[in-house]
């Protein structure tokens, strides 16, 4: 399988690149937005260039709920159009990476007093299954309280009437942006991480392109380009600001927290979708060794950079938690890892965080800087046809350019090419199971590598098979960073075990357990020197206390 060489070893020549050519659209922002928008456009032949100020899907898109689902909340607020399009973007896109996208199926209990009576839950799911298009096992089913019992005996007994089941999927937001954008590549797309935009050039007082620095060597540099997308999430407002076209409708953003258990101590059979008390909707998602639950919708005016899960968020959830589950005594000390993001919603005068739109918003300024926000991660891809519809539109009547049609519906994400069902994906988790077991992995660990990286998993266990480690596990995660550093744009150990393997999340422990060997691989691969790895160490060491301690004498 051939994979482009994507890796900040070549920084240098990429940014000389960037520096000499002209491009017809440059993006700024490597969220899912950004990355949708790479692809798109690049697909329907446009030369285009992608910036990131930190790394890629290092705010938003590494911190969502993590799934590609449909909305069903938004039925309540007779939102169709919106429940229609995310319904339907869910089946194609994991069409397009069913390695990274996984069917899951979701509990909905309905108990005595809650959000969702039987009646309205049942018409609300045979609404949901007909805007998205559902067919076969997944259309949704109205449960018994027993056959609800069955399938998630930790529900609560006494308030419980019942339950509907529906279909929704699971994804790792922060690989689905990665694949994106290397996919963008294949079709001549360039895209850097730790790039700021710090300005923008004009000519006749319109934007023709930006002002960049590059964040590791200190440097600035231009990139020329027709046109400019701001697609950059939580920051949208601060560039417009910027472009001195911040005017008329602006953005609100609103933190969305989630907590992560080991699964032992939230082990439910599979994902519910619940009420709190408050009337809000909560998700409980098992994943691997871990459960986690979110999430929280309150208003955010605090710095954008660091975002963080402070008790009263953590509280909140718990008791929610041990609320809808009374057999389940969570405790702050149960925490074992957790992360908190932002939305970046468009404000509407009067609506509470958790009633505001989920819809996305183009904005085009005076000088033809274009901006979009709000928006969903289901709707991603959708997103990113609008605006490059826009950009479409305006190269073919003031550059009498034509372009394709968007097609990015038809074309599969990297590690993909011959998964064309999900059953696919479940028979190679199974071989790569047969070939990694006699060296002492487990099933969990076939299932790891192949819902990251899908058939690029082969070029892992080359690197692997050709490693001189004595330890297999370390052989292992080595063989991934190798792989992560030449094709991922990996520059740091925090790339690695936060966003390329979501290990801050999932799989915390082995943090500590590999940061060490990983250090040293850093060292031997970038020549990097013991300061920078010490202060690398860390912020390793306050990421993992950061995310997961939770005594309540924490500052």
Known sequence: MQHIQFSNLNREKYIERLKTESFDLVIIGGGITGAGIALDAASRGLKVALLEKND????????STKLIHGGLRYLKQFDFWLVKEVGSERAIVHKLAPHLVLPEKMLLPLIENGSYGKWLTSIGLKVYDILAQVTGDDKRQMLEK????????????KILNGAGYYAEYRTDDARLTIENIKTSLMFGAQALNYASVTDFLYKNEKVAGVKVRDEISATDFEIKSKYVISAAGPWVDDLRVLNNSKKGKQLHLTKGVHLVFPYEKLPVKQSVYFDIPDGRMMFAIPRGKITYVGTTDTNYNDNKDKVHTDIADAIYLISAVNNMFPDINLELDDIVSSWAGLRPLIHEEGKSASELSR?????????????IAGGKLTGYRKMAERVVDRVVEKLKQEHNTETKKCYTDKISLCGNESFKKFKHVKRYIDSVYERIKPDGFSKHDAWFLVTNYGEQTESILERYEKRSEKDNPTKLILAELEFGIHNEMILNPMDFFIRRTGRLYFD???????????????KRIFKTDDVQLNTWREILESEIKEHSDFSLNRT
């Not at 890629?56 to 911190?63: D, L, R």
């Not at 027993?146 to 007994?157: H, R």
């Not at 915390?508 to 850093?522: A, N």
């Open 56 to 63: 890629f899907a290092s705010g938003t898109s590494s911190k």
């Open 508 to 522: 915390i422990e082995s943090i500590t357990q590999y940061m060490d060997p990983v250090l040293k691989e850093f």
């Open 146 to 157: 027993k056959e609800a019992l069955k399938l998630e005996p930790l529900l609560p007994k």
């Open 359 to 371: 819809k996305d918003e183009i904005f085009v300024s005076d000088t033809g800087l274009i901006s």
